[in-house]
T-cell receptor, first 113, second 116 residues
């Protein structure tokens, strides 16, 4: 079955701490991978995506994610978080020739000054 | 560039009543999606339109949910009759291209539905 697992449901960090959010997927065939973010009171928006090429993907606001095919993972990282990174983060997977996305349950990140 | 518009933002109804949600995608976007997001879960695709045709409605509960996209632009999602378990946020999204994979989806603010 197609699915996405986000193991961290709620993460609390202090500013300047490093961040890594886990994402594992189950999906047959070639995949496209996404991280979407929802800041408080705002819409879901794309943070970064992987669809081919370099497995290390850089996104907005200093975020990056690494696609490790052998581990079916696409973990999100940021070396130093800011209070403004407080948000809910969703990992999603799609097939190479389809725009249908399977989302994980999300990780709520709280960053304290 | 205007984003995806949705209305209403909030709706409270009693079970067995009907409700409709409206979405206006970003101008020129060929693909439109409706998602259901239940509290504590990620968005789940209900239906995907490509212009005014349905690409995927495999997870749409067709006995009570219906959706249409008139003239390949605006779309409405209807629930009739509503059940308690339909309480959720209904998200509309759009993307520029046609089923090419890897497309960025742009989301609207959502409609929060509470069924009592």
């Amino acid at each position: 079955a197609q699915s996405v697992s986000q193991h961290n449901h709620h993460v609390i960090l202090s500013e300047a701490a490093s961040l890594e959010l886990g994402c594992n997927y189950s999906y047959g065939g070639t995949v496209n991978l996404f991280w979407y973010v929802q800041y408080p009171g705002q819409h879901l928006q794309l943070l970064l995506k992987y669809f081919s090429g370099d497995p290390l993907v850089k996104g907005i606001k200093g975020f990056e994610a690494e696609f490790i095919k052998s581990k079916f993972s696409f973990n999100l990282r940021k070396p130093s978080v800011q209070w403004s990174d407080t948000a809910e983060y969703f990992c999603a997977v799609g097939g190479w020739n389809t725009d249908k996305l399977i989302f994980g349950t999300g990780t709520r990140l709280q960053v304290f000054p | 560039e205007a984003g995806v518009a949705q209305s209403p933002r909030y709706k409270i109804i009693e079970k067995r009543q009907s409700v409709a949600f409206w979405c206006n995608p970003i101008s020129g976007h060929a693909t439109l999606y409706w998602y259901q997001q239940i509290l504590g879960q990620g968005p789940k695709l209900l239906i995907q339109f490509q212009n005014n045709g349905v690409v995927d409605d495999s997870q749409l509960p067709k006995d009570r949910f219906s959706a249409e996209r008139l003239k390949g632009v605006d779309s409405t999602l209807k629930i009739q009759p509503a059940k308690l378990e339909d309480s959720a946020v209904y998200l509309c999204a759009s993307s520029l291209a046609v089923s090419s994979g890897g497309e960025t989806q742009y989301f609207g603010p959502g409609t929060r539905l509470l069924v009592l």
